[in-house]
């Protein structure tokens, strides 16, 4: 102890080796004129700041997302002038029709999911033995078990989870794939998410290792993969989907895509799939996806499976199946195609986008590739634990027999029902439009009709420095209050034009929403007329 005080001497008294130059510059200096500080404040001034646009990662000026883009951003703009008062529009509000946003547009949300987050949220009204009367009386005994249960099993809403989720939640995640696939499921092979965005973020972004890199992409796409392949600078090697045959893919597509690009130098890695489609809502078959499998067996691919959409099929004869049932049916796959399928809280019946929670399950991959993917999860730390915690529910909900299973199901079934209704009125709509067509709706949440746009209407569109199909979805916001997204924000096959609309506004405000875009498109054709050949 008697050291002490003769140490806090040694650093309070600077040796005068670092003293010398100090003193030197400080008797060297010249004092600087009112005149002179004021001149050089001024010139800062004019600089302006010190990180201006053109010192941004090019990469994050190149990525584009259309689903936010002009469209939804001038949307904004009229919504914000109609509760200011403006009275210039033709309609009293806008529908943001532009994103699968299903709460944002008045759905109500699923009483059970909300009413065990209430509780987590409260925790004391559990904990506190003098509250259960009061909780019992207001919650059904099965809510009241459920977030006691994930209480127990350290679901803290309020604090950081393990980097790759709850182990309850990935329990009950790999029950449902189980009960789903009639195939096993390993919670270690399951990865909690922030959506299903981050996960393939998280794996593009793995997967990306250099410039040369490239990811098989579906043509018309979701924005998320050209914008998160650019942002990592790898290279989108894309493949139509067919229209003419219901959006669905072929293997000779993919086989010449894939060859055309390794001929360029192009390292293609992985070959990305959207079942059921979005923007365009396909469902594929079983006998489609065990050419998907196939191809990317052969030629050494990891599939990467879009599945958010899952619960959102419309046809009978086309039902959902998950490309891990697939995979695990093939015995010259099962053990060697590197599969990672993602899911979602933001879509099927429950809507919860803004819980952030979803899902990513990894089959056959490297043990090493595995560890660097929980490394990247937990640079982010963990997903929002609510998001988690309802990721769970979604895999177990209330059971027949328990006190919330009959209002759940009613619930979910009236949504998906109503969906189904939507869906159906407003493609027929479109098809009896003259200059429009719409396949059936067979999945997803978005209907993607073919527009059919004149020479003057692309000189139109031209003139404004737009794409035709922009301009048409700018026309159709100004007129109706109708936000979608113009094809070209997917990318399309050239020389076609599209829109993505979702079927999410009130059923009550589909009729009235029906008339305002057939006015519109026969406003459209009357200015613009139409193709010879449509």
């Known amino acids: 102890m008697a050291s002490a005080p003769v140490l806090a001497r040694a650093w309070a008294r600077p040796s005068a080796h670092f003293l010398r130059p100090l003193s030197r510059t400080l008797a060297s200096s010249r004092p600087i004129s ?53 009275t210039n529009y033709p309609f009293d509000e806008v529908i943001f029709a532009n994103i699968g946003n299903p709460q944002a547009l008045a759905q109500p949300p699923i009483t059970f999911f909300r009413q065990v987050l209430s509780l987590m949220e409260n925790e004391n009204m559990l904990l506190d033995m003098a509250n259960f009367p009061h909780v019992a009386a207001l919650y059904p005994a099965d809510v009241i078990a459920r977030a006691k249960d994930y209480i127990r099993a350290g679901a803290d809403i309020g604090a950081y989870s393990a980097s790759q989720g709850v182990p309850l939640v990935r329990e009950q995640v790999a029950g449902y794939l189980e009960r789903r696939d009639g195939v096993p499921a390993d919670p270690s092979d399951i990865f909690l998410t922030a959506g299903a965005s981050e996960g393939i973020s998280n794996l593009l972004g793995a997967i990306i290792a250099n410039p040369s890199v490239g990811i098989m992409i579906p043509i018309p796409q979701y924005p998320l993969y050209s914008a998160t392949i650019t942002l990592c600078n790898g290279k989108p090697v894309k493949y139509y989907l067919d229209e003419e045959a219901g959006w669905t893919l072929n293997a000779d597509e993919l086989k010449r895509q894939l060859d055309e690009a390794r001929a360029a130098g192009t390292d293609v890695r992985a070959l990305c799939v959207i079942n059921p489609g979005n923007p365009t809502g396909q469902v594929l078959t079983e006998d489609v996806m065990r050419e998907v499998v196939q191809f990317c067996r052969r030629e050494r691919l990891v599939l990467l499976a879009d599945e958010v959409y899952q619960a959102n099929t419309y046809q009978d004869h086309l039902p959902f199946h998950s490309f891990k049932k697939v995979v695990a049916s093939m015995p010259d796959c099962r053990d060697t195609v590197e599969l990672a399928s993602f899911h979602s809280l933001s879509k099927g019946m429950i809507g919860e986008c803004g819980r952030r929670g979803g899902f990513m399950e990894l089959i056959n991959f490297d043990p090493l590739v595995r560890e660097q993917l929980l490394k990247r999860a937990s640079i982010n730390l963990c997903c929002n634990v609510a998001g988690q915690v309802m990721t769970g529910m979604m895999c177990e909900p209330p059971a027949v027999g328990e006190p919330s299973y009959d209002l759940y199901h009613h619930e979910m079934e009236s949504l998906y029902t109503s969906l189904r209704r939507r869906a159906l ?110």
Not at 37 to 66: C, I, M, R
Not at 460 to 481: H, I, N
């Open 34 to 86: 009112q005149g002179a500080q004021a001149a050089v404040a001024n010139d800062a001034s004019t600089q302006g700041p010190s990180f201006k646009f053109e010192d941004l990662n090019p990469h994050l000026v190149a990525a584009e997302y259309a689903v936010r883009g002009l469209l939804p951003q001038r949307a904004a703009q009229i919504a914000q002038e109609l509760q200011q008062g403006a």
């Open 425 to 534: 009125i407003l493609a027929d709509a479109f098809n009896d439009m003259d200059g429009i067509e719409c396949g059936q709706p067979q999945g997803a949440m978005y209907l993607f009709p073919r527009i059919y746009l004149s020479d003057k209407a692309i000189a139109a569109a031209q003139e404004r420095k737009l794409a035709p199909d922009t301009f048409y979805c700018l026309q159709l916001l100004e007129r109706t209050g109708f936000c979608v997204v113009p094809g070209s924000g997917f990318d399309q096959y050239p020389g076609t034009f599209h829109f993505r609309c979702t079927f999410l506004p009130q059923e009550e405000k589909i009729a009235s929403l029906v008339h305002s875009i057939q006015e519109f498109q026969r406003d459209w054709v009357e200015e613009y007329g139409l193709p010879s050949m449509a």
